[in-house]
C-alpha cells in the first residue's frame, strides 16, 4: 500500500512541477491516454510479479536440482 501512495505522491509531483508551473509542456501533458495506459499496465505486472521473481524461480529449481544430485550420489 505505501508504494501506491508513494507513486501516487510522486505523480501528482511530477504532474504539477512538469505540466502546471510550466505552460511550455502542455503539449505532452494533455495527451494524457497516450503515456498513463502503458505505466498502469506496467505498475499491475509490477505489483502482480515482482521483480527478478522469474530468475529466483530458475535459480530455485536449479538448486533443488543439484542437492537432488549430492544426495543421490551420498547415501
Request: aromatic share 16%; glycine share 2%.
Amino acid at each position: 500500500m505505501n508504494t501506491v501512495l508513494i507513486y501516487l505522491i510522486k505523480f501528482i509531483e511530477v504532474m504539477v512541477v512538469s505540466c502546471v508551473f510550466n505552460p511550455s509542456n502542455w503539449e505532452q501533458c494533455w495527451r494524457v491516454n497516450e503515456w498513463m495506459t502503458p505505466y498502469v499496465k506496467d505498475f499491475q505486472e509490477f505489483q502482480a510479479k515482482p521483480p527478478y521473481s522469474e530468475e529466483e524461480k530458475k535459480w530455485r529449481e536449479y538448486h533443488t536440482g543439484v542437492q537432488a544430485a549430492d544426495d543421490g550420489l551420498n547415501p
